[in-house]
Nanobody
Framework: QVQLVESGGGLVQPGGSLRLSCAAS????????MGWYRQAPGKQRELVAT???????NYADSVKGRFTISGDSAKNTVYLQMNSLKPEDTAVYYC???????????????WGQGTQVTVSS
C-alpha cells in the first residue's frame, strides 16, 4: 500500500510563490507517473502537471511558464514550484501517483489528502 503526504500549501498574495511537496511511502511499488491536480469550489478536479518515470512532463495551459514540476526518485517525492500566482489558482491541490504494485503486477492510482492553496490580497 502507498501513502501520499502533501505539504507546502498556504495563503499567498497575487504574484507570490509557493512550493508544494508530495512524498510517497510504503513498499512493494514502482511509480510510473506522479502529478498534481486541483479542485476549486463548485468545479471539477483538473490536471495541473504530471511527471513520468522517464522525466517527461505535462502541464495545463493555464500554468505553463509559471509552474514547474520535478521529482526526486531517491525520496519518492514530487514537487510543484508555483510562481506568479493568480487568484484563479486558488484551489485544493491533490497529489496523485500511478503505481505498479510489484507483488501482484497491478497498476493502481493513489491520491493524497489535498492541501489548500489560497491566492488573495
Amino acid at each position: 500500500q502507498v501513502q501520499l503526504v502533501e505539504s507546502g500549501g498556504g495563503l499567498v498574495q497575487p504574484g507570490g510563490s509557493l512550493r508544494l511537496s508530495c512524498a510517497a511511502s510504503g513498499s512493494g511499488f514502482s511509480i510510473t507517473t506522479m502529478g498534481w491536480y486541483r479542485q476549486a469550489p463548485g468545479k471539477q478536479r483538473e490536471l495541473v502537471a504530471t511527471i513520468s518515470s522517464g522525466d517527461s512532463t505535462n502541464y495545463a495551459d493555464s500554468v505553463k511558464g509559471r509552474f514547474t514540476i520535478s521529482g526526486d526518485s531517491a525520496k519518492n517525492t514530487v514537487y510543484l514550484q508555483m510562481n506568479s500566482l493568480k487568484p484563479e489558482d486558488t484551489a485544493v491541490y491533490y497529489c496523485n501517483a500511478d503505481v505498479m504494485e510489484l507483488r501482484i503486477g497491478v497498476q493502481k492510482a493513489y491520491w493524497g489528502q489535498g492541501t489548500q492553496v489560497t491566492v488573495s490580497s
